[in-house]
């Protein structure tokens, strides 16, 4: 029932910006706790950021601050932006889920569903 399906990744240029995004059916963004995770090549699977139902925001130090994650309530979309990219964002990016209408959100938190990732590939 609960899917989350992500796009937006592919091959860019270092120094610009992309946009990921995640449709998410059999979850409401808005009462859930929302993340974004990444697999370098060669590591294991880490969180990078979080958005709370309410409006919490949370990020990994490793960001650097470039990561803005957000939602989109109407379409039920999440969206995770990166500024000034560099060769080692790339990354396998996952969106991630669970139901929490309450409590805290942290970019760390464990989720119970995981979409099936896209790929970020930054070239100097």
């Known amino acids: 029932q609960v899917k989350l399906v992500e796009s937006g990744g592919g091959s860019v240029q270092a120094g610009g910006s992309l946009r990921l995004s995640c449709a998410v059916s059999?979850?409401?963004?808005?009462?859930?706790?929302m993340g974004w995770a990444r697999k370098l090549p060669g590591k294991a699977r880490d969180g990078i950021a979080a958005?709370?139902?309410?409006?919490?925001?949370s990020y990994a130090p490793s960001g650097e601050g470039r990561f803005i994650i957000s939602r989109d309530d109407t379409k039920n979309i999440l969206y995770l932006e990166i500024t000034n990219l560099k060769p080692e964002d790339t990354a396998l990016y996952f969106c991630?889920?669970?139901?929490?209408?309450?409590?805290?959100?942290?970019?760390?938190?464990?989720?119970?569903?995981w979409g099936e990732g896209t790929l970020v590939a930054i070239s100097s």
């Open positions: 059999g979850y409401t963004v808005s009462q859930s706790c």
């Open positions: 958005l709370g139902s309410d409006g919490t925001l």
């Open positions: 991630t889920a669970r139901f929490a209408r309450t409590g805290s959100c942290p970019y760390y938190s464990g989720m119970s569903y």
